[in-house]
């Protein structure tokens, strides 16, 4: 396996998980924390997060996954945090006993 | 919550990836299972199949009966332990049992907090946290979450009762904007109000000039954003106005 065909299941995960409301962008942002994204995302995606809010007046959970897409995270964040996030979602709904 | 679509995402597209193989999947989902999940019209579909090819196998299997039906049709924590068993494997088997590292919104700053509720479940067991392997570096400086129960194994200063949360913005310097002594009712103190001394003297108001500046002061506490541009000299200003307010009334006694 690929690491772009792993990237490319978890952006697909997390693009699913969004949609079917296993887990809510303050949920993400649980795991993918201001710590982990700043470590990893780079410079310009920061400057973009901090613009849109600054835009907005506010920074959301939803605002930050805005820009920080189901894509940007697969593509930098460690696949362990989504990983992580995708778990604890399962394990909220009852399909995982971990 | 639709658990069973965000199944169905996860094995399609690991299949489809070439990340999980039918046989990844006939492992968790074995016949047995089929048999008691499986409705009677797809056994029949799969049947016909089998009987019909020349190879029975676990792609034959996933293939007929299709990937949606087995997460419509088998209990769902089953189809999890596939997608946690690829995840598992794609990662180098380095996966954390539980989350970690999770952020505390309620610590955070008050417009980063959730619409929703966050669960903050209590932290998981010394135990749990031994057994994982080589956990990956943070990336960054990690802020402990905040504990409820004392260690036992700690000094005696952690022995002693938690104390109440001290209000963050005492830790830190604060900034020439002001923005804080806006927000709040308290005075700025009067010694550095007497350093930072004007070049000029300031103006001496009347009477009248005096509700100007209150109605003034009223808009900028209303609208704090457009307040972002006054400087220090400018709000010394504004103190030693309200000195001669003081001395104003003064003279009139």
Redesign the interface.
Known sequence: ?SQE??Q??FQ??M???L????F????V???A????L???LPPELLSKVLAASLAAG?????RVLETVTPEVLAKHL???VL??????A????????? | ???K???I??LT??LE???ATPDDVMKHVTPEILGTSLPRPLWSRLLIACLGAPKVDAQLVIETVGVQNLCEHVP??I??TI??S??VR??GG??????????D?AA??A??R???P??LSAPPPPEARAERSTP?P??????PTPSTTPDPDADDASKLPLRARTPTGQRFRQTNTNIGRLASSTRRPQASAGAAEPSTPPKRRAETEVEEVVEEGAKTSDDWRSSLAVEDDQLVDWSASEETQTSTEERKR
């Open positions: 396996m065909q792993r490319q299941w697909r995960m693009e699913s998980g949609e079917h409301n296993m809510v962008p303050a949920d942002l649980q795991h924390t201001p710590d982990v700043a470590s990893n506010s920074m959301t959970p939803e460690p696949h362990d990983w992580a996030c995708i778990a604890a399962a394990a909220r709904a009852g399909v995982s006993t971990t | 919550m639709n658990v679509n965000f199944l995402d996860a597209s690991a990836l070439g990340l769902a924590p189809i999890f997608v946690a690829v995840a794609t990662l380095i996966v954390p049992d539980r989350p970690v590292r999770t952020f919104s955070a700053a417009p980063l959730a619409t929703t966050l669960n990956p943070p990336p960054g400086p990690s802020i």
